[in-house]
């Protein structure tokens, strides 16, 4: 083997055992390019509540609670960087499995962070929408949400998704049968079926692909997210706890976004 190629093969084997080992290399500085390319959706898999809480010896909805706070900054510093679109993941389609205590909770926390929230929200010009299933939702935290994206519909600054009762397979299967009663009506042809059909019947309907995937506390996988929309999103993970997440991290994150280059399957 000659020099040059195991030093190629060398180098690779380092960039892959960064990309895969749940760290990213710490900055010098946690600053950003501000003229630079802003991602214009950044989506996030907020992970580690249970486990922060535990570390401190607190019940695991403590962790759910201070985690919430966590959401107030990053959507603070997502719209003053300049993110057009921030989607954040709360609450899936497996999470029902858990405690019920848990579940309850969990149910509870759109309601208490649209009430305090809201109106500084609105003040900021962001636009709220919940991507995911209604059905099986509790009244009082369907009600808050469809009375923030009322609120807030005609807002023109950043959009904040919540992904609730989101699952990326239940999502395709919804779209799947959608397209498929579709042809069953003589409406569609299999023929007429492309990207932007499925695109169009999914809970994403009219929302930009991500172009950065943030997942905290040191899990390396998507968990069921976004399953369609992430062919050619950057990933980037941490393994800071979510309620440890802070805004020099989201920096660090974007910072790290505009250094690398994506070439969408060309070179």
């Known amino acids: 083997m000659s020099m040059s190629l195991f030093l190629g093969e060398t180098c690779m084997l380092e960039r892959l055992g960064k990309m895969f080992s749940g760290r990213q290399e710490e900055r010098k500085d946690n600053t950003f390019d501000q003229a630079g390319i802003i991602p214009h959706h950044v989506a996030v898999i907020m992970d580690g509540n249970g486990r922060w809480a535990k570390k401190r010896n607190l019940p695991r909805v403590a962790g759910h609670h201070q985690g919430m706070k966590t959401v107030k900054d990053v959507v603070k510093a997502a719209d003053e960087i300049g993110v057009g679109v921030l989607t954040m993941y709360a609450f899936s389609t497996e999470n029902w499995k858990r405690p019920k205590d848990e579940v309850e909770f ?5 309601q208490e962070f649209l009430s305090t929230e809201l109106v500084e929200l609105v003040e900021r010009n962001v636009r709220i929408r ?5 059905e099986g939702l509790p009244s009082h935290t369907l009600k808050a949400l469809i009375e923030a994206e009322e609120k807030t519909k005609n807002n ?6 919540f992904a609730l009762n989101y699952g990326g397979r239940d999502e395709i299967l919804k779209a799947t049968k959608e397209i498929a009663q579709l ?16 695109a169009s019947h999914l809970y994403t309907q009219g929302i930009p692909e991500p172009d950065l995937l943030i997942r905290t506390s040191g899990e390396i996988r998507i968990s069921n997210f976004m399953l369609w929309q992430l062919a050619y ?3 980037w993970f941490t393994d800071v706890y979510w309620p440890d997440f802070s805004r020099e991290h989201f920096v660090q994150a974007i910072a790290e976004y505009q250094g690398r280059a994506r070439r969408y399957g060309a070179v």
């Open 106 to 110: 969990l149910m509870k926390l759109p």
């Open 156 to 161: 023109t600054g950043l959009q904040l998704n």
């Open 183 to 198: 042809i069953a009506q003589g409406k569609l042809t299999p023929e007429q079926i492309d990207e932007e059909t499925i």
């Open 233 to 235: 999103t950057e990933f």
């Open 130 to 134: 919940m991507i995911g299933s209604r």
